[in-house]
């Protein structure tokens, strides 16, 4: 069954740290870019971070001017899975975080994510 499922969400304080991560299935996950994308309520869904493929593009990354020197994309293709570390967490980050598959068009159903005093 090809799926995205994502996990690691919750509350965390203004300048603390949460790492979210996407397990892919059904799908040789090396081969493929991978997204992550939020959405808070009331606004439009952004792209938050990028990554390539290993083979195409050496994984290179690339982020939302929101989130550039704050957010880190990682890979690991022996478990089939995405990370996003979030550093320096900000109350405008809370969002529901997606992990894509651009390449099928593939969405897990998505983590909330609560920055609050």
């Known amino acids: 069954q090809v799926q995205l499922v994502e996990s690691g969400g919750g509350l965390v304080q203004p300048g603390g740290s949460l790492r979210l991560s996407c397990a892919a299935s059904g799908f040789t996950f090396s081969n493929y870019a991978m997204r992550w994308f939020r959405q808070a309520p009331g606004k439009e869904r952004e792209l938050v971070a990028a990554?390539?493929?290993?083979?195409?593009?050496?994984?290179?990354?690339g982020y939302g001017d929101s989130v550039k020197g704050r957010f880190t994309v990682s890979r690991d293709n022996a478990k089939s899975t995405v990370y996003l570390q979030m550093n320096s967490l900000k109350p405008e980050d809370t969002a529901v975080y997606y992990c894509n598959a651009p390449r099928f068009n593939l969405w897990g159903q998505g983590t909330q994510v609560t920055v609050s005093s």
């Open positions: 990554i390539g493929s290993i083979g195409s593009t050496g994984g290179s990354t």
